[in-house]
């Protein structure tokens, strides 16, 4: 005599059941996945997007923290503050990481529960924060030289001012922090020399005029700050917005066929 099999089906589980055990597929054939192969795609994908949002959300909160941005773009000179533009970037960096992480967490939500709603949004999502970490990197491409011409602008009008006047105090401290900051004295070989003969006290500490002079001029190290890191959120904007195309929009898309809720 035969003996019978389970009377329930190994079949993909109902919709009414919870998102978990859907996972897991019934317990007749507890190594079948309960989800479709399109799903599971999606679902690797979402996974992928929050990886990738996570990564460039550190790598703005690292940017917008650094210590040498941040002593330098917080300075004052008299009612005129230090150029920010530099922060312009970063803060899209920092939203759209944000919003990426929450964006994947939906999407595969959306794809375990197959309901075609969430990931219809999911794909919107995608696409909008593509075309932002697009513009990210190229504002980051254009304006890594203006960024730091208008830092240079602003130290050279604090350098003047400070080595004319006696009393501007404020200008005083503002050099003072860049040549600290950087470890540099002066905007070129001229400056330099000038600066370390009538105003030594605003070089670095420690130094005199031949250590000064051998030192990279405060141009050079403002170039190399500003650019570098400009660049950095360029080729970081870019790179995400190609992993998210690549992973994030791998998975079938909802109302294709196999896709889920389709």
């Known amino acids: 005599m035969a003996v019978r099999g389970p009377s329930h089906s190994c079949a993909l589980p109902p919709l009414g059941w919870p998102p978990a055990q859907?996972?897991?597929?019934?317990?007749?054939?507890p190594t079948t996945p309960g989800l479709s192969p399109s799903s599971r795609a999606t679902a690797s994908g979402c996974f992928i997007s929050q990886l990738a949002g996570g990564v460039i959300l550190g790598v703005a909160l690292w940017l917008r923290h650094d210590p040498q941005t941040t002593s330098?773009?917080?300075?004052?000179?008299g009612d005129k503050p230090a150029p920010n533009?530099?922060?312009?970037?970063?803060?899209?960096?920092?939203?759209?990481?944000?919003?990426?992480?929450?964006?994947?967490f939906l999407g595969c939500y959306g794809a375990i529960q197959e309901s075609q709603c969430l990931l219809g949004t999911f794909f919107t999502c995608l696409v909008i924060l593509f075309a932002c970490e697009v513009a990210a990197g190229i504002w980051g491409f254009v304006n890594k030289d203006q960024i730091a011409k208008d830092v240079k602008q602003?130290?050279?009008?604090a350098l003047q001012q400070a080595i004319v006047d006696d009393d501007?105090?404020?200008?005083?401290?503002?050099v003072k922090t860049f040549h600290e900051t950087l470890n540099c004295c002066g905007s070129n070989t001229l400056t330099t020399l000038t600066t370390s003969v009538l105003k030594n006290s605003l070089c670095p500490s420690g130094g005199n005029i031949i250590s000064n002079l051998m030192k990279e001029d405060c141009h050079s190290k403002i170039d190399e700050l500003f650019s570098g890191k400009l660049y950095l959120i360029g080729i970081a904007a870019i790179v995400v917005a190609v992993?998210?195309?690549?992973?994030?929009?791998g998975g079938a898309r909802?109302?294709?066929p196999g896709a889920p809720g389709g």
């Open 243 to 249: 992993i998210m195309v690549s992973g994030g929009g």
């Open 154 to 157: 602003f130290y050279d009008q």
């Open 168 to 174: 501007a105090n404020n200008a005083k401290a503002v």
């Open 85 to 104: 533009t530099f922060y312009v970037g970063i803060y899209i960096l920092i939203a759209v990481g944000a919003v990426m992480m929450f964006v994947g």
């Open 254 to 256: 909802p109302g294709a």
């Open 22 to 29: 859907r996972l897991l597929g019934p317990p007749c054939c």
């Open 72 to 77: 330098l773009l917080y300075l004052e000179l």
